[in-house]
């Protein structure tokens, strides 16, 4: 899947990994970069195309797709982390992060399937996360969204592989960026370089692999999937009568 010349779609464009993408993808040899938002207004990437978009609107999503009919490459990379946790606290948080990680990647792949297959097939590359396939005992509704969107990529990929659609799956672990606020203010987080992540994808994307993991945490879990529970996570184990 060669980037140069392509058409690219990518969503939550105004910052982050999104925004990197956009660079990425320009500095490949891309044709054209529509850069969709809910505030295009922040994009600012030379030679970027803005376009206002809402993933949980289902008229915004119909609209772009009528808008950017010449696409060939879309990255599903907007999202949403609100750190809620599966028990106590407001449900609503963890139906934003499901509304803009699951339905909001499944409303785009449904909008622009016809739009790839129109242009010969091309290719869609699903941000997803290490959290997809691990859990860590908080703020998990995150991890339950993407593993949802991890499900949807490999869903996606079989069913898009006879109009000849290449389906491409990111994960990795904490960012350097604004999603990660939160992790960089307890210090005690490893942060990985956001361009680097972006063209490990990339490279990964342009290779035909189905997935590409950003870092070495993230290989590693994603190794260990075929695992006992009781292996991936010891600290649940119930504990021996009289310890603590």
Do not use: C
């Not at 290779?207 to 009781?230: H, I, N, Q, Y």
Request: proline share 4%.
């Amino acid at each position: 899947m060669e980037i140069t010349d392509q058409i690219a779609l990518v969503t939550g464009a105004n910052r982050g990994l999104g925004r990197h993408f956009v660079t990425e993808l320009l500095e490949r040899g891309a044709a054209k970069v529509y850069a969709a938002a809910r505030r295009p207004e922040e994009v600012d990437v030379p030679g970027a195309t803005p376009l206002r978009l809402d993933v949980t609107d289902d008229a915004s999503v119909a609209a772009v797709a009528e808008r950017a009919q010449d696409v060939t490459i879309l990255v599903n990379n907007a999202g949403v982390a609100t750190l809620s946790p599966f028990l106590g606290g407001d449900l609503a948080g963890a139906r934003q992060e499901m509304e803009v990680n699951y339905w909001g990647a499944l409303r785009m792949v449904r909008a622009f399937a016809p739009v790839l297959g129109r242009n010969g097939g091309g290719g869609i590359l699903d941000v997803l996360s290490q959290s997809a396939f691990r859990a860590f005992g908080f703020a998990d509704t995150y991890g339950a969204a993407k593993a949802a969107a991890w499900q949807l990529t490999n869903g996606a990929r079989l069913e898009l592989a006879g109009q000849g659609t290449q389906v491409t799956g990111l994960a990795m672990a904490l960012v350097d960026t604004d999603m990660s606020d939160w992790a960089r203010a307890e210090g005690t987080w490893e942060l990985a370089e956001p361009g680097d992540i972006v063209r490990q994808a990339l490279d990964g994307f342009e290779a035909g692999a189905f997935e590409v993991l950003g870092d070495e945490l993230t290989r590693e879990w994603r190794s260990r999937l075929g695992e006992p529970a009781e292996a991936l996570y010891p600290q649940a184990a119930p504990q021996p009568a009289g310890q603590h």
